[in-house]
């Protein structure tokens, strides 16, 4: 490859752009963590109270009402969303909706090991199915943000407030940075490592009063193994909601997610970090629309996502190319970002279309967005030149 063109200026500061484990919250360093439960019983009173403490924090910055269950689960939000599937679904017909990788995977779960036979609604990558035409007499599961795709639900005002069925939405890459139409939603999963750039492994499991009521009077027709039964004896486990984990926690995880949390309250809690969510969405745009080589996955701006934002080549840059010859261009502009330590992790997800995925969640900081433009297109120019 010849090396011609000058590179661009000041780097981001941070060029942690993955989406997920995501970036660390400014400021964040690992001597900045409380560590005296490490070493700890996760069932001592020091223990539980911590787990306890992280429980309350998530409820008090999201808002999640008090009639509402928060849980801390094995097996991060993959884990949440298994132990919800696999512990409600069968008393109502199901529907299943997608339109990325992630909503894809859960119809695998649905049809093919549940063998539920759920009626099936998808949009291409880009795009987000008609939501208002949905059977609401069926429990429905779909991701609140795709998180490979860009696109998100952008509110709640389709859900009947008399819905028979339940709303599952896996939430992992929307919850911290999008308003939660609580009051719609029965069950709610995310992972501790996308919005709020915690560590891996655990899971949060939000459950409405409806979802409780649909744990203590259904009991599924398959076997449960242990780290997804909520109830004994037909009533739900309510330690489960208090800190008194199914499996042993990393407690070291669950410091450095309260170190976030408690940074989210200092900065004005889920007002700010939206703010800071959609700051940096408006930034990528603008370098979107500064870039004729560069487009948005999703096209509908009202639909799009301001955590996972999905980038494409603009159709006239790569006219010819097969999608292998745009995968190919994808890794090589992310191998020479990585390369100049301009931006880690940006190419788009393996079952996407081709293109890039930058991470705008509230950790990371607008000026890093800002100056992440001209990189993007120094390893375009570079890439192409090539």
């Not at 490490?38 to 924090?57: D, F």
């Not at 939501?131 to 429905?140: G, H, K, P, T």
């Not at 009051?183 to 996308?194: C, E």
């Not at 203590?216 to 449960?224: I, K, N, Q």
Request: net charge negative.
């Amino acid at each position: 490859m010849t090396d011609t063109l000058p590179r661009p200026g000041a780097k981001p500061a941070r060029p942690h752009f993955s989406s997920g484990p995501c970036a660390k919250p400014p400021g964040w360093a690992p001597e900045r963590l409380a560590t005296g439960s490490l070493g700890r019983s996760h069932r001592s009173k020091l223990g539980k109270s911590r787990l306890e403490h992280a429980i309350n924090l998530t409820r008090e910055i999201l808002r999640v009402p008090d009639t509402h269950r928060i849980g801390i689960v094995p097996a991060s939000d993959t884990g949440a969303v298994e132990m919800a599937l696999w512990s409600m679904l069968g008393a109502r017909p199901v529907t299943m909706v997608a339109w990325e990788s992630f909503g894809e995977g859960w119809i695998t779960d649905v049809n093919k090991q549940l063998k539920l036979d759920a009626n099936v609604v998808k949009a291409p990558y880009g795009e987000l199915p008609d939501l208002a035409a949905l059977d609401q007499s069926n429990d429905i599961v779909l991701t609140w943000n795709g998180t490979t795709s860009g696109v998100r639900v952008p509110n709640g005002d389709w859900i009947r407030d008399d819905r028979e069925g339940l709303i599952f939405a896996d939430s992992t890459s929307a919850v911290f940075a999008m308003d939660m139409p609580w009051d719609k939603l029965d069950v709610v999963t995310f992972s501790w490592q996308k919005v709020m750039g915690g560590e891996g492994a655990h899971g949060i499991l939000i459950l409405s009063p409806r979802a409780v009521e649909r744990l203590e009077s259904y009991a599924p027709a398959w076997p449960l193994p242990k780290i997804f039964r909520m109830t004994k004896g037909g009533k739900l486990i309510e330690g489960i909601f208090k800190g008194e984990t199914i499996n042993t926690p990393s407690m070291l995880a669950v410091e450095d997610y309260i170190f976030a949390l408690e940074w989210a309250k200092s900065i004005g809690g889920l007002d700010a970090l939206k703010a800071r969510s959609q700051a940096n969405a408006k930034a990528l745009d603008a370098i979107v629309q500064k870039y004729d080589w560069l487009d948005h996955l999703a096209a509908d701006a009202g639909v799009r996502s301001n955590t996972s934002v999905c980038l494409k080549f603009a159709d006239a840059a790569v006219e010819g190319l097969d999608e292998a010859a745009q995968l190919a261009l994808v890794k090589k502009i992310a191998s020479l970002l990585e390369a100049e330590d301009a931006a880690y992790d940006v190419a788009g997800y393996r079952d996407a279309p081709p293109g890039l995925r930058i991470w705008c969640g509230a950790t990371v900081d607008t000026a890093d967005i800002e100056a992440l433009g001209p990189w993007l297109d120094w390893a375009w120019q570079q890439t192409r030149a090539a």
